[in-house]
């Protein structure tokens, strides 16, 4: 096998799984990209070339580089890498697969310290954390709990939430449904 094809044949899994990571059917992913359906589907199966065009965009409308998507495949199945969430400021390992049957999302997030918190947001669903390491400082509507290491949270996603570290970055352990990953690791 070529060191092309090799990397093509990644980017295909890798697209495929980052779809499938948002719930999205080939469809979905043609209006967001818009990219027809039949294109994205021949992608996927290796029975078209991608072309860089396709690569940067679907790396976008994805949230993911095109960096990311062309890695090569060497231990990628084992070692877990850090990434960062959107906005630049949380380091986060997602210690679940993008295929897993539950639909939920496990990761190890770090959360830095902020001396304003984050804009609280919204989404259907319940969100779990369990702090590893530090202190969270969580803002639930207008209540604010510190939740300290060795302790656990759990609340609804419809109550407008936010959090940062307290007294310094915290390290949690988190459990997402599909709504939790997209607003906390992909918004």
Same mark, same amino acid.
């Given at each position: 096998?070529? !060191?092309?094809?090799?990397?093509?044949?990644? *980017?295909?899994?890798?697209?495929?799984?980052?779809? !499938?990571?948002?719930?999205?059917?080939?469809d979905?992913?043609?209006?967001?990209?818009?990219?027809?359906?039949?294109?994205?589907?021949?992608?996927?199966?290796?029975?078209?070339?991608?072309?860089?065009?396709?690569?940067?965009?679907?790396? =976008?409308?994805?949230? %993911?580089?095109?960096?990311?998507?062309?890695?090569?495949?060497?231990?990628?199945?084992?070692v877990?890498?850090?990434?960062?969430?959107?906005?630049?400021?949380?380091?986060?390992?997602?210690?679940?697969? @993008?295929?897993?049957?539950?639909?939920?999302?496990? *990761?190890?997030?770090r959360?830095?310290?902020?001396? !304003?918190? @984050?804009?609280?947001?919204?989404? @259907? &669903?319940?969100?779990?954390?369990?702090?590893?390491? &530090?202190?969270?400082?969580?803002?639930?509507?207008? =209540?604010?709990?510190?939740? %300290?290491?060795? !302790?656990?949270?759990?609340?609804? %996603?419809?109550? @407008?939430?936010?959090? *940062? &570290?307290?007294?310094?970055?915290?390290?949690?352990?988190?459990?997402?449904?599909?709504? &939790?990953?997209? *607003?906390?690791?992909?918004?």
């Amino acid at each position: 096998m070529t !060191q092309e094809s090799s990397l093509e044949s990644a *980017a295909r899994r890798r697209l495929r799984a980052l779809r !499938q990571a948002r719930g999205w059917s080939l469809d979905e992913l043609a209006r967001h990209a818009n990219i027809g359906a039949s294109t994205l589907s021949r992608l996927e199966t290796g029975h078209r070339r991608m072309a860089i065009d396709h690569l940067v965009t679907l790396a =976008r409308v994805l949230d %993911t580089t095109v960096d990311e998507l062309l890695i090569a495949d060497d231990d990628e199945d084992v070692v877990i890498r850090p990434r960062r969430d959107a906005a630049g400021s949380s380091t986060y390992w997602l210690l679940t697969r @993008p295929d897993d049957p539950s639909g939920r999302v496990v *990761a190890k997030m770090r959360i830095p310290e902020h001396a !304003q918190l @984050p804009e609280a947001r919204v989404h @259907p &669903g319940r969100d779990w954390f369990y702090v590893l390491e &530090g202190t969270v400082r969580l803002r639930l509507g207008s =209540r604010e709990v510190l939740v %300290t290491s060795g !302790q656990a949270a759990s609340f609804d %996603t419809m109550t @407008p939430h936010t959090m *940062a &570290g307290h007294g310094g970055p915290a390290e949690i352990l988190s459990i997402l449904d599909h709504h &939790g990953e997209r *607003a906390h690791l992909h918004s």
